[in-house]
T-cell receptor, first 111, second 111 residues
Framework: DAGITQSPRHKVTETGTPVTLRCHQT?????MYWYRQDPGHGLRLIHY???????DKGEVSDGYSVSRSKTEDFLLTLESATSSQTSVYFC??????????FGPGTRLLVL | RKEVEQDPGPFNVPEGATVAFNCTYS??????FFWYRQDCRKEPKLLMS???SGNEDGRFTAQLNRASQYISLLIRDSKLSDSATYLC????????????FGTGTRLKVLA
């Protein structure tokens, strides 16, 4: 279960501040994903990656960017945090397109 | 209509009972289906994939009904430890990675 970690686990920031969340995996999985989870909306895909430097947008990508310079790391950046980005962020990895294993999550509060 | 819908519950059942949840999806071309379990304030964990022929893992059985566009999860002999939220996930388009998650069905198994 420790094959995927997220940092930080909790963060409080102010509106307008850039924020970067890190996802790190040790399983050499090709696919990685960033989701946010909000009451009433469930898990929504922000961005995903299908290889180093290969990323694409998900359902709710506005205001977010990602980078994947190494197989093991997938970074999510909130370019200028807004209160609507207060959420729980989950990273996931997968060896193939079918399975996804989630990290422990990051709770972000934007004041 | 949401792409993936679940009854939020809660389903309150006594220990030993059998309980079933459904998850409906709107895109008839959907290819892949999954059930995840999520404990309170934890990450989702893959419970099982749902194949056209059905899938059984111990007390858990998952089935796909393409004609009516839903998947189901049956839990037999419920345990207190089965109390959690059960999320369904659907990949609406073959060859993409954009999974759509339901908002989850909450199960409480009562002693």
């Amino acid at each position: 279960d420790a094959g995927i970690t997220q940092s930080p686990r909790h963060k409080v920031t102010e509106t307008g501040t850039p924020v970067t969340l890190r996802c790190h995996q040790t399983e050499n999985h090709r696919y990685m994903y960033w989701y946010r989870q909000d009451p009433g909306h469930g898990l929504r895909l922000i961005h995903y990656s299908y290889g180093v430097k290969d990323t694409d947008k998900g359902e709710v990508s506005d205001g977010y960017s990602v980078s994947r310079s190494k197989t093991e790391d997938f970074l999510l950046t909130l370019e200028s945090a807004t209160s609507s980005q207060t959420s729980v962020y989950f990273c996931a990895m997968g060896r193939n397109q079918e399975t996804q294993y989630f990290g422990p999550g990051t709770r972000l509060l934007v004041l | 209509r949401k792409e993936v819908e679940q009854d939020p519950g809660p389903f309150n059942v006594p220990e030993g009972a059998t309980v079933a949840f459904n998850c409906t999806y709107s895109n008839s071309a959907s290819q892949s289906f999954f059930w995840y379990r999520q404990d309170c304030r934890k990450e989702p964990k893959l419970l099982m994939s749902v194949y056209s022929s059905g899938n059984e893992d111990g007390r858990f059985t998952a089935q796909l009904n393409r004609a009516s566009q839903y998947i189901s999860l049956l839990i037999r002999d419920s345990k207190l430890s089965d109390s959690a939220t059960y999320l369904c996930a659907v990949n609406p388009t073959s060859g993409t990675y954009k999974y759509i998650f339901g908002t989850g069905t909450r199960l409480k198994v009562l002693a």
